[in-house]
Protein backbone atom coordinates (compact mmCIF):
# COMPACT_ATOMS: atom_id res chain seq x y z
CA UNK A 1 0.00 0.00 0.00
CA UNK A 2 1.37 3.39 -0.87
CA UNK A 3 3.07 5.23 2.06
CA UNK A 4 3.58 8.76 2.88
CA UNK A 5 7.42 9.12 4.03
CA UNK A 6 9.04 11.27 6.51
CA UNK A 7 12.66 12.41 6.95
CA UNK A 8 14.36 12.18 9.90
CA UNK A 9 12.29 9.89 12.23
CA UNK A 10 14.05 12.67 15.07
CA UNK A 11 15.71 15.24 15.21
CA UNK A 12 17.10 17.46 17.69
CA UNK A 13 17.97 21.16 17.28
CA UNK A 14 19.40 24.15 19.09
CA UNK A 15 16.82 27.06 19.85
CA UNK A 16 17.29 29.34 17.04
CA UNK A 17 18.23 26.85 14.38
CA UNK A 18 16.75 26.55 11.32
CA UNK A 19 15.43 22.62 10.27
CA UNK A 20 13.97 21.20 7.68
CA UNK A 21 11.55 18.27 7.38
CA UNK A 22 11.39 16.51 4.57
CA UNK A 23 8.00 14.48 2.83
CA UNK A 24 7.28 11.98 0.43
CA UNK A 25 3.60 12.19 -0.31
CA UNK A 26 1.94 9.43 -2.46
CA UNK A 27 2.34 10.24 -6.09
CA UNK A 28 -0.68 10.86 -7.61
CA UNK A 29 -2.38 12.98 -4.67
CA UNK A 30 -2.58 16.35 -5.31
CA UNK A 31 -3.83 17.81 -1.43
CA UNK A 32 -0.98 18.32 0.88
CA UNK A 33 -0.60 19.05 4.92
CA UNK A 34 1.26 19.55 7.78
CA UNK A 35 -0.28 18.79 10.84
CA UNK A 36 2.01 19.01 14.50
CA UNK A 37 1.02 17.15 17.49
CA UNK A 38 2.53 18.49 20.91
CA UNK A 39 3.40 15.69 23.31
CA UNK A 40 -0.16 14.62 24.80
CA UNK A 41 -2.34 16.93 23.46
CA UNK A 42 -4.24 16.84 19.85
CA UNK A 43 -3.21 16.80 16.30
CA UNK A 44 -3.00 20.63 15.14
CA UNK A 45 -3.27 22.13 11.32
CA UNK A 46 -0.47 23.85 10.62
CA UNK A 47 -0.73 24.45 6.66
CA UNK A 48 -2.29 22.69 3.33
CA UNK A 49 -0.61 22.69 -0.16
CA UNK A 50 -2.67 22.12 -3.38
CA UNK A 51 -1.66 23.17 -6.94
CA UNK A 52 1.82 24.68 -6.16
CA UNK A 53 0.66 26.99 -3.06
CA UNK A 54 -0.45 27.47 0.03
CA UNK A 55 -4.54 26.99 0.41
CA UNK A 56 -4.93 27.57 3.69
CA UNK A 57 -2.64 27.90 7.09
CA UNK A 58 -3.96 27.97 10.86
CA UNK A 59 -2.71 30.77 13.15
CA UNK A 60 0.38 28.70 14.25
CA UNK A 61 2.00 28.87 10.91
CA UNK A 62 3.65 32.43 11.32
CA UNK A 63 6.55 33.85 9.56
CA UNK A 64 8.65 31.39 10.65
CA UNK A 65 7.46 28.76 9.02
CA UNK A 66 7.65 27.78 5.10
CA UNK A 67 7.07 25.01 2.64
CA UNK A 68 8.08 24.08 -0.54
CA UNK A 69 7.24 21.32 -3.17
CA UNK A 70 10.59 21.97 -5.15
CA UNK A 71 10.73 19.24 -7.35
CA UNK A 72 7.12 17.26 -7.91
CA UNK A 73 7.57 14.55 -5.11
CA UNK A 74 9.07 16.21 -1.76
CA UNK A 75 7.52 18.31 0.27
CA UNK A 76 9.17 19.94 2.60
CA UNK A 77 8.53 22.04 6.17
CA UNK A 78 11.24 24.73 7.43
CA UNK A 79 11.18 26.45 10.69
CA UNK A 80 13.95 29.87 10.45
CA UNK A 81 14.73 29.73 14.13
CA UNK A 82 13.27 27.25 16.52
CA UNK A 83 11.66 27.63 19.86
CA UNK A 84 11.45 25.44 22.58
CA UNK A 85 7.70 25.38 21.84
CA UNK A 86 8.29 24.19 18.21
CA UNK A 87 9.52 20.75 20.46
CA UNK A 88 5.99 18.39 18.87
CA UNK A 89 5.89 15.53 16.74
CA UNK A 90 5.21 16.98 13.02
CA UNK A 91 3.00 14.51 10.19
CA UNK A 92 2.96 15.25 6.91
CA UNK A 93 -0.47 14.39 4.97
CA UNK A 94 -1.72 14.18 1.69
CA UNK A 95 -4.60 12.85 -0.20
CA UNK A 96 -6.11 12.56 -3.45
CA UNK A 97 -9.33 14.34 -3.98
CA UNK A 98 -11.60 16.26 -1.63
CA UNK A 99 -13.88 14.53 0.72
CA UNK A 100 -11.19 11.33 1.01
CA UNK A 101 -9.53 10.38 3.93
CA UNK A 102 -6.02 11.56 4.58
CA UNK A 103 -2.80 9.45 4.37
CA UNK A 104 -0.45 10.67 7.51
CA UNK A 105 2.97 9.90 7.52
CA UNK A 106 4.73 8.47 10.58
CA UNK A 107 5.99 12.05 11.60
CA UNK A 108 9.57 14.03 12.31
CA UNK A 109 9.76 14.41 16.41
CA UNK A 110 11.47 17.85 16.42
CA UNK A 111 13.22 18.49 20.02
CA UNK A 112 14.34 21.90 20.31
CA UNK A 113 16.92 22.31 23.47
CA UNK B 1 -15.07 29.03 19.25
CA UNK B 2 -15.36 25.27 17.11
CA UNK B 3 -15.40 22.35 20.38
CA UNK B 4 -14.63 18.87 19.39
CA UNK B 5 -15.08 16.84 22.41
CA UNK B 6 -14.11 13.30 22.76
CA UNK B 7 -13.91 11.30 25.73
CA UNK B 8 -10.94 12.05 27.86
CA UNK B 9 -10.87 8.90 30.03
CA UNK B 10 -9.62 5.97 28.69
CA UNK B 11 -12.27 3.14 27.37
CA UNK B 12 -11.56 -0.54 28.80
CA UNK B 13 -13.66 -2.84 27.49
CA UNK B 14 -13.71 -6.86 27.14
CA UNK B 15 -12.22 -8.98 24.05
CA UNK B 16 -15.39 -10.11 21.91
CA UNK B 17 -17.51 -6.90 23.46
CA UNK B 18 -18.41 -3.84 21.25
CA UNK B 19 -16.93 -0.65 22.03
CA UNK B 20 -18.28 2.68 21.50
CA UNK B 21 -16.45 5.86 21.44
CA UNK B 22 -18.34 9.23 21.48
CA UNK B 23 -17.72 12.53 19.27
CA UNK B 24 -19.40 15.60 19.93
CA UNK B 25 -19.14 18.95 18.08
CA UNK B 26 -20.03 22.94 19.08
CA UNK B 27 -20.30 26.03 16.92
CA UNK B 28 -19.36 23.92 13.68
CA UNK B 29 -21.37 22.86 10.39
CA UNK B 30 -18.88 20.34 9.25
CA UNK B 31 -19.44 18.78 5.70
CA UNK B 32 -17.95 15.89 6.85
CA UNK B 33 -16.30 13.86 9.78
CA UNK B 34 -13.66 11.51 9.84
CA UNK B 35 -12.18 8.99 12.18
CA UNK B 36 -8.47 7.67 12.62
CA UNK B 37 -6.48 5.20 14.72
CA UNK B 38 -3.46 6.66 16.27
CA UNK B 39 -0.56 4.19 18.21
CA UNK B 40 1.55 5.90 20.15
CA UNK B 41 4.61 7.63 18.54
CA UNK B 42 2.92 6.91 14.97
CA UNK B 43 0.48 9.35 12.75
CA UNK B 44 -3.14 9.00 12.28
CA UNK B 45 -3.86 6.33 10.20
CA UNK B 46 -7.62 6.63 8.03
CA UNK B 47 -10.21 4.57 9.08
CA UNK B 48 -13.67 6.03 7.78
CA UNK B 49 -15.43 8.91 6.27
CA UNK B 50 -18.92 10.29 6.88
CA UNK B 51 -20.61 13.00 5.10
CA UNK B 52 -23.18 15.19 6.13
CA UNK B 53 -26.02 13.76 4.35
CA UNK B 54 -25.08 10.18 5.75
CA UNK B 55 -26.53 8.79 9.05
CA UNK B 56 -24.41 5.53 9.13
CA UNK B 57 -21.31 3.75 7.39
CA UNK B 58 -19.94 1.06 8.11
CA UNK B 59 -16.81 -1.14 7.53
CA UNK B 60 -15.90 -4.48 8.35
CA UNK B 61 -16.42 -4.24 12.19
CA UNK B 62 -16.59 -0.91 11.75
CA UNK B 63 -19.65 1.73 12.05
CA UNK B 64 -19.90 5.58 12.50
CA UNK B 65 -23.19 7.28 12.89
CA UNK B 66 -23.70 10.68 12.10
CA UNK B 67 -26.33 13.46 13.45
CA UNK B 68 -25.88 16.78 12.64
CA UNK B 69 -28.88 17.96 14.51
CA UNK B 70 -27.40 16.46 17.91
CA UNK B 71 -23.60 17.36 16.35
CA UNK B 72 -22.88 13.70 17.72
CA UNK B 73 -20.70 11.04 15.71
CA UNK B 74 -20.88 7.29 17.24
CA UNK B 75 -17.95 5.13 16.35
CA UNK B 76 -18.29 1.52 17.07
CA UNK B 77 -15.96 -1.29 16.83
CA UNK B 78 -17.75 -4.55 16.88
CA UNK B 79 -16.31 -8.02 18.23
CA UNK B 80 -13.26 -6.10 19.74
CA UNK B 81 -10.08 -7.11 19.69
CA UNK B 82 -6.68 -7.09 21.90
CA UNK B 83 -5.32 -5.44 18.81
CA UNK B 84 -8.00 -2.64 18.28
CA UNK B 85 -6.20 -1.09 21.89
CA UNK B 86 -5.61 2.66 20.34
CA UNK B 87 -6.55 6.22 20.42
CA UNK B 88 -9.29 6.98 18.24
CA UNK B 89 -9.65 10.18 16.98
CA UNK B 90 -12.48 12.44 15.07
CA UNK B 91 -11.69 15.17 12.93
CA UNK B 92 -14.11 17.04 11.14
CA UNK B 93 -13.66 19.48 7.87
CA UNK B 94 -16.18 22.15 6.74
CA UNK B 95 -17.51 23.15 3.73
CA UNK B 96 -16.68 22.93 0.36
CA UNK B 97 -14.05 25.78 -0.35
CA UNK B 98 -11.99 24.17 -3.21
CA UNK B 99 -8.72 23.01 -2.75
CA UNK B 100 -7.51 21.29 0.59
CA UNK B 101 -10.18 21.00 3.83
CA UNK B 102 -8.42 20.72 6.91
CA UNK B 103 -9.02 18.67 8.99
CA UNK B 104 -10.12 19.91 13.17
CA UNK B 105 -9.30 17.16 15.61
CA UNK B 106 -10.60 16.29 18.86
CA UNK B 107 -7.99 15.47 21.65
CA UNK B 108 -9.20 11.45 20.79
CA UNK B 109 -10.22 8.66 23.32
CA UNK B 110 -7.80 5.84 24.30
CA UNK B 111 -9.71 2.10 23.91
CA UNK B 112 -7.78 -0.63 25.81
CA UNK B 113 -9.62 -3.95 24.91
CA UNK B 114 -8.30 -6.85 27.71
CA UNK B 115 -8.34 -10.74 27.09
Known amino acids: EPEVTQTPSHQVTQMGQEVILRCVPISNHLYFYWYRQILGQKVEFLVSFYNNEISEKSEIFDDQFSVERPDGSNFTLKIRSTKLEDSAMYFC???????????FGSGTRLTVV | SQKIEQNSEALNIQEGKTATLTCNYT??????LQWYRQDPGRGPVFLLL?????KEKRKERLKVTFDTTLKQSLFHITASQPADSATYLC??????????????FGTGTQLKVEL
Open chain 2, 50 to 54: IRENE
Open chain 2, 91 to 104: ALAGGLTGGGNKLT
Open chain 2, 27 to 32: NYSPAY
Open chain 1, 93 to 103: ASKTVLNYGYT
